[in-house]
């Protein structure tokens, strides 16, 4: 099976996005709880670590386009993140948090996009659809985040805050190992040439930005929703404590077995239609989860949530690619920066629609917000159905 050869690096993609996933969200509960500072902390700290992977993927993109080897980009990535590690295992004290902590993890995060870029490239060279494989490589990424932040907080809890960056450190050896063995030193994500993509670039590709735009108003969506219901379960439904946990649990879940069935709808029904029919179904859900009022209810949404986030998290990604014109490497880090950003905004909005009103407000707006993607994608469905049938 072609897709065999490939399993080392699924394995590295799975490793590096493991360890991102057990910083990723324990880094807000550190600063407050481990360390006891005020919350506005979390936001200086995540927009310092994002604005920092936001210009390393650009300029990562540009030499990954350019023909560079990309193994020492993802070496950069590790080097960052185990430096981080070390230095918050010996250190767990704000300054470092904010100097070698926003430096290694904003450096770090740059990993799966270069990942993603070389992964679409590898699959290609071994005759392996594009989007068959972006979807292997979302349910590896999935994965690992089903595992990652359970491990950070159990390890937390059992053995104290500052535990987790040494746990973090030994994987960072782990991905060290995989790094080394999975990937030759020389190996590049160049894309093959291909006919009138030399026009394409020197241009406004409106293709591509109309993709990122329908990308971030569906990922802010995802975003507000992401941040509100673990409070609207709790605090205005009066769901127990561990009901946001079972949620997080079904969504994933589930979430992994929509990723496998994007290769079939692409097939079926073209990337187009597939994905408006996941944008509308993201419209019903959200506000299906608006209206929780009971557990049996919050397991059925969830259940809904994940299906709708695996169809687009799979599907999406194909989408901004297949706008690339001859530069892959660029249109996928244009989607995990806009990805990123929206996680960022998605925090201090729903701080301040709940402050205003509640969450669930915030969850009626997040579906508000996925029409508005919606209408982008059917505003440039004339040009997203010419680039559909060639991605499919």
Same mark, same amino acid.
């Given at each position: 099976?072609?897709?065999?050869?490939?399993?080392?690096?699924?394995?590295?993609?799975?490793? *590096?996005?493991?360890?991102?996933?057990?910083?990723?969200?324990?880094?807000?509960?550190?600063?407050?709880?481990?360390?006891?500072?005020?919350?506005?902390?979390?936001?200086?700290?995540?927009?310092?670590?994002?604005?920092?992977?936001?210009?390393?993927?650009?300029?990562?993109?540009?030499?990954?386009?350019?023909?560079?080897?990309?193994?020492?980009?993802?070496?950069?990535?590790?080097?960052?993140?185990?430096?981080?590690?070390?230095?918050?295992?010996?250190?767990?004290?704000?300054?470092?948090?904010?100097?070698?902590?926003?430096?290694?993890? *904003?450096?770090?995060?740059?990993?799966?996009?270069?990942?993603?870029?070389?992964?679409?490239?590898?699959?290609?060279?071994?005759?392996?659809?594009?989007?068959?494989?972006?979807?292997?490589?979302?349910?590896?990424?999935?994965?690992?985040?089903?595992?990652?932040?359970?491990?950070?907080?159990?390890?937390?809890?059992?053995?104290?805050?500052?535990?987790?960056?040494?746990?973090?450190?030994?994987?960072?050896?782990?991905?060290?190992?995989?790094?080394?063995?999975?990937?030759?030193?020389?190996?590049?994500?160049?894309?093959?040439?291909?006919?009138?993509?030399?026009?394409?670039?020197?241009?406004?590709?409106?293709?591509?930005?109309?993709?990122?735009?329908?990308?971030?108003?569906?990922?802010?969506?995802?975003?507000?929703?992401?941040?509100?219901?673990?409070?609207?379960?709790?605090?205005?439904?009066?769901?127990?404590?561990?009901?946001?946990?079972?949620?997080?649990?079904?969504?994933?879940?589930?979430?992994?077995?929509?990723?496998?069935?994007?290769?079939?709808?692409?097939?079926?029904?073209?990337?187009?239609?597939?994905?408006?029919?996941?944008?509308?179904?993201?419209?019903?859900?959200?506000?299906?989860?608006?209206?929780?009022?009971?557990?049996?209810?919050?397991?059925?949404?969830?259940?809904?949530?994940?299906?709708?986030?695996?169809?687009?998290?799979?599907?999406?990604?194909?989408?901004?690619?297949?706008?690339?014109?001859?530069?892959?490497?660029?249109?996928?880090?244009?989607?995990?920066?806009?990805?990123?950003?929206? *996680?960022?905004?998605?925090?201090?909005?729903?701080?301040?629609?709940?402050?205003?009103?509640?969450?669930?407000?915030?969850?009626?707006?997040?579906?508000?917000?996925?029409?508005?993607?919606?209408?982008?994608?059917?505003?440039?469905?004339?040009?997203?159905?010419?680039?559909?049938?060639?991605?499919?």
């Amino acid at each position: 099976m072609k897709l065999t050869a490939l399993l080392p690096f699924l394995l590295l993609l799975f490793v *590096g996005t493991a360890c991102s996933s057990m910083i990723v969200p324990f880094m807000g509960f550190f600063l407050v709880e481990g360390l006891g500072r005020d919350p506005w902390t979390i936001s200086v700290y995540s927009a310092l670590a994002v604005c920092l992977t936001v210009t390393v993927n650009r300029l990562f993109a540009r030499r990954i386009d350019a023909g560079s080897p990309v193994s020492p980009l993802i070496g950069m990535a590790l080097g960052g993140y185990l430096a981080a590690t070390l230095a918050l295992s010996v250190s767990p004290a704000l300054w470092t948090v904010m100097t070698i902590g926003v430096l290694g993890f *904003g450096f770090s995060s740059s990993a799966i996009s270069t990942m993603f870029s070389l992964g679409g490239v590898l699959a290609e060279r071994r005759e392996i659809e594009r989007s068959s494989f972006n979807a292997w490589m979302r349910a590896t990424t999935s994965t690992a985040w089903m595992v990652g932040p359970a491990l950070s907080f159990f390890v937390a809890d059992r053995f104290g805050e500052a535990s987790v960056f040494k746990l973090c450190a030994v994987l960072a050896l782990v991905w060290l190992v995989l790094w080394r063995v999975a990937l030759p030193r020389d190996i590049t994500a160049e894309a093959p040439p291909r006919a009138g993509a030399d026009g394409e670039t020197e241009r406004f590709n409106t293709g591509l930005w109309l993709s990122v735009a329908f990308v971030f108003c569906l990922s802010t969506a995802h975003s507000l929703t992401f941040a509100a219901l673990p409070l609207f379960y709790v605090r205005e439904v009066g769901l127990p404590g561990y009901a946001p946990g079972t949620a997080f649990s079904i969504k994933t879940f589930v979430e992994v077995f929509a990723i496998f069935s994007t290769p079939f709808l692409i097939a079926r029904f073209g990337l187009w239609r597939s994905l408006m029919a996941t944008t509308l179904l993201a419209v019903v859900t959200i506000q299906v989860l608006a209206a929780v009022s009971s557990f049996p209810q919050m397991l059925a949404g969830a259940a809904l949530e994940g299906l709708y986030y695996g169809l687009y998290a799979s599907l999406g990604i194909s989408f901004v690619q297949s706008f690339a014109a001859g530069r892959p490497a660029r249109a996928t880090a244009i989607y995990w920066n806009a990805m990123m950003v929206t *996680g960022i905004l998605a925090g201090p909005a729903v701080g301040v629609i709940a402050q205003l009103r509640d969450f669930a407000t915030v969850i009626q707006v997040a579906s508000a917000v996925a029409a508005c993607a919606a209408l982008i994608l059917f505003l440039g469905g004339w040009q997203t159905r010419r680039r559909s049938a060639t991605a499919a």
